[in-house]
Structures are given as structure tokens and as C-alpha cells.
């Protein structure tokens, strides 16, 4: 137990401060290159790890190249650029609670994908938790959010986030055609294509002019931002979440990263953004429904048990 606690609070602190350190570096690094760079380095540390743990043998697809390509490319190329060239029009604090709903509308998924309804306690959260979201990203007035949105307002850079939600979502579930393999493995085996497809996607925006290639002065000007892009987030995060979902079991380790969207209002209230009272109110249903949701399940599961 306290092995697990100690690696889900490794996750927590490398995931936490990620989308606020991201939002102040887009003015120097684009989303495309962020994105490229950031599993760049990742994949080649995760290659080793993998390597080194399971063998060499692990690196091989089984004649899974072609699946996990794809869910590769969807869930890690397109989870970045959405989220990355979203966070360059909203907040922080927006990308926090729009992701933070991927297990809940994960377990909507699975009932629109394979009929398995979920508890009507579970709906309620996730209605209370959608409305949540609504207050934040709209601060109460969504007439006035939807006309920023013909402006390229914050709701737009809200949409892209949630598209990316989206494409992590189907992401995890493809995980379960993957038998046989350890999550370790199928990180690795889908973030190589992944990687490519971010790479495709950078060199398709810069030969459209949409972007240009990163200088070396750039480069080093953001040299922290990178490292921990690809270090803390990439590998000790994932590594960490990974190691206390076995530990702890998923339920318990789905509960501790509640408190990221917390932590990632903390951090902007401690570098001077100001927060409306309805962003607030907004943020604690989320925070407070996902929670709820999550012991219900905890207790319903060891009911079954």
C-alpha cells in the first residue's frame, strides 16, 4: 500500500503542474514540435525501459503492427495536437476538469460500445460532473461563450481539448484487444507510431508554413520545458501510474488523480489568475461527482467481492 502511494503521488506531481508549464511555453515552442519533442525523447527512454524489463523479444508486434498503429497514432498523436494546439486558446484550468472527465465518459462509451450500462448512481455523477464542466468553461454564460467561439475564444480551445479527451478514451479501451501484452508494453508498441504521427503531422505544418522549425536558440531557451515534458511526464508518470494501478488497484488509483485538477487551479491562483466564484463552483462538482463515483464503485466492487 504504502509502495503504491508512493508512486501514484509521483504520477500526481509530474501530471499536475503539465498543463500550466505547457501553456506558458506555446509562446516559444509550438504545439506541433511540443508535441514531437516531448515523445521524442520519451519513446527512446520507454524503448530501454522496455527492453531492459521484458526483453528484447517485447519490442516485437506479433503481427499487431497494424492495430496498434492505429490506436497508437489516434491516441497519442491525436491526443496531443488536440490538446496542445487547444491550450494555446483556453486555460489551464479548463484542460484540467475537461480531462479529468475521461473515466466517466469512458464508462459511457462502454455502454454505447458493448451495452454494459452503468450504475444509475454512476450516471448521475457524470451528469453532475458534465454540468460542472459547463460552468467552468462558459463562467455561467454560455450566450456569451458561444459568441468567443466565432472568435476563436477560449470555447474553441475547450472543444479541441475535449476532441483529444476523446481520442485518449478510445485509446484505452482499444487496450483490451491488445491480450497478452503488459501495459508497459502496449505503451511502448503504440507511442513508436504515435510519435510518427506527430512527426507526419509537424512536417505536414511546416512545409504548409503553418509553423517553422524550431531554432537551436529556441530550443535551449525552453531546455527545462522539454526535459520534463519527456522525462516527468512521459516515462515517471506513466511508469508511476502504471506501477500503482497494480499496487493499489485501478479504482483507488483513479481517486488520487482527482487531485490534479486541484493542484492545477493552485498553481494559477499562486502565479496571479484570478477565478471567477461559478469557475470555482464549477471545478468542486467535477472534482466532487468523480469522487463520488469512485468510492461507490469502490464499495460495489468490494460488495461483489
Same mark, same amino acid.
Not at 9 to 25: D, G, H, I, N
Given at each position: 500500500?504504502?509502495?503504491g502511494?508512493l508512486?501514484? +503521488?509521483l504520477?500526481?506531481a509530474c501530471?499536475? @503542474?503539465l498543463?500550466? &508549464? /505547457?501553456k506558458r !511555453?506555446l509562446?516559444?515552442?509550438? %504545439?506541433?514540435?511540443l508535441g !514531437?519533442?516531448?515523445?521524442?525523447?520519451?519513446? &527512446?527512454?520507454?524503448?530501454?525501459?522496455? %527492453?531492459?524489463?521484458?526483453g528484447?523479444?517485447a #519490442?516485437?508486434?506479433?503481427?499487431r503492427?497494424?492495430?496498434a498503429?492505429l490506436?497508437?497514432?489516434?491516441g497519442?498523436?491525436?491526443f496531443n495536437l488536440?490538446v496542445?494546439?487547444?491550450l494555446g486558446?483556453t486555460?489551464?484550468?479548463?484542460a484540467?476538469?475537461i480531462?479529468?472527465?475521461q473515466? @466517466?465518459?469512458? =464508462?459511457?462509451a462502454?455502454?454505447?460500445?458493448?451495452?454494459q450500462?452503468? /450504475? $444509475?448512481f !454512476?450516471?448521475?455523477? &457524470? =451528469?453532475? %460532473?458534465?454540468? $460542472?464542466?459547463?460552468l467552468?468553461?462558459?463562467?455561467?454564460d @454560455?450566450? %456569451?461563450?458561444?459568441?468567443?467561439?466565432?472568435r476563436g475564444? +477560449?470555447?474553441?480551445?475547450?472543444?479541441?481539448? /475535449?476532441a $483529444?479527451? &476523446?481520442?485518449?478514451?478510445?485509446?484505452?479501451l482499444?487496450a483490451s484487444r491488445?491480450a497478452g501484452?503488459s501495459p508497459?508494453?502496449y505503451?511502448?508498441?503504440?507511442c513508436i507510431?504515435?510519435l510518427?504521427?506527430?512527426?507526419a503531422a509537424n512536417?505536414? +505544418?511546416i =512545409?504548409?508554413?503553418?509553423?517553422?522549425? @524550431?531554432?537551436?536558440?529556441?530550443l535551449?531557451?525552453?531546455g527545462?520545458?522539454?526535459?520534463?515534458?519527456?522525462?516527468?511526464t512521459?516515462?515517471? $508518470?506513466v511508469l508511476?501510474?502504471?506501477?500503482? +494501478?497494480k499496487?493499489?488497484g485501478? #479504482?483507488?488509483t483513479?481517486?488520487m488523480l482527482?487531485?490534479i485538477p486541484?493542484?492545477?487551479f =493552485?498553481?494559477?491562483?499562486?502565479?496571479g489568475?484570478s477565478?471567477?466564484p461559478?469557475e470555482?463552483?464549477?471545478a468542486?462538482l467535477?472534482v466532487?461527482a468523480?469522487?463520488?463515483?469512485?468510492?461507490?464503485q469502490?464499495a460495489?466492487?468490494?460488495?461483489?467481492g
Amino acid at each position: 500500500m504504502l509502495r503504491g502511494l508512493l508512486w501514484i +503521488a509521483l504520477t500526481v506531481a509530474c501530471w499536475t @503542474p503539465l498543463f500550466s &508549464v /505547457a501553456k506558458r !511555453t506555446l509562446p516559444y515552442l509550438d %504545439a506541433f514540435a511540443l508535441g !514531437t519533442l516531448r515523445y521524442g525523447i520519451g519513446v &527512446v527512454l520507454f524503448v530501454l525501459i522496455l %527492453a531492459a524489463v521484458e526483453g528484447r523479444k517485447a #519490442l516485437g508486434y506479433e503481427g499487431r503492427g497494424l492495430a496498434a498503429t492505429l490506436f497508437g497514432v489516434i491516441g497519442i498523436a491525436g491526443f496531443n495536437l488536440c490538446v496542445w494546439v487547444g491550450l494555446g486558446y483556453t486555460r489551464p484550468e479548463h484542460a484540467s476538469v475537461i480531462l479529468a472527465m475521461q473515466s @466517466p465518459l469512458t =464508462a459511457l462509451a462502454v455502454w454505447l460500445t458493448r451495452g454494459q450500462r452503468p /450504475a $444509475g448512481f !454512476t450516471l448521475a455523477c &457524470v =451528469a453532475v %460532473a458534465l454540468a $460542472g464542466v459547463a460552468l467552468v468553461v462558459t463562467k455561467g454564460d @454560455p450566450a %456569451a461563450a458561444l459568441a468567443d467561439l466565432g472568435r476563436g475564444g +477560449a470555447l474553441a480551445g475547450d472543444l479541441l481539448i /475535449a476532441a $483529444g479527451a &476523446v481520442c485518449w478514451m478510445v485509446y484505452t479501451l482499444a487496450a483490451s484487444r491488445f491480450a497478452g501484452w503488459s501495459p508497459l508494453r502496449y505503451t511502448v508498441l503504440t507511442c513508436i507510431p504515435g510519435l510518427a504521427g506527430l512527426a507526419a503531422a509537424n512536417a505536414v +505544418a511546416i =512545409a504548409a508554413g503553418i509553423v517553422a522549425l @524550431p531554432s537551436a536558440a529556441t530550443l535551449a531557451q525552453v531546455g527545462w520545458q522539454i526535459a520534463y515534458f519527456s522525462i516527468c511526464t512521459v516515462v515517471l $508518470g506513466v511508469l508511476g501510474f502504471n506501477a500503482a +494501478a497494480k499496487r493499489l488497484g485501478p #479504482l483507488n488509483t483513479m481517486l488520487m488523480l482527482n487531485l490534479i485538477p486541484i493542484g492545477v487551479f =493552485a498553481i494559477e491562483a499562486a502565479l496571479g489568475r484570478s477565478f471567477a466564484p461559478i469557475e470555482l463552483a464549477g471545478a468542486a462538482l467535477v472534482v466532487g461527482a468523480l469522487a463520488a463515483n469512485n468510492l461507490y464503485q469502490r464499495a460495489a466492487s468490494r460488495k461483489a467481492g
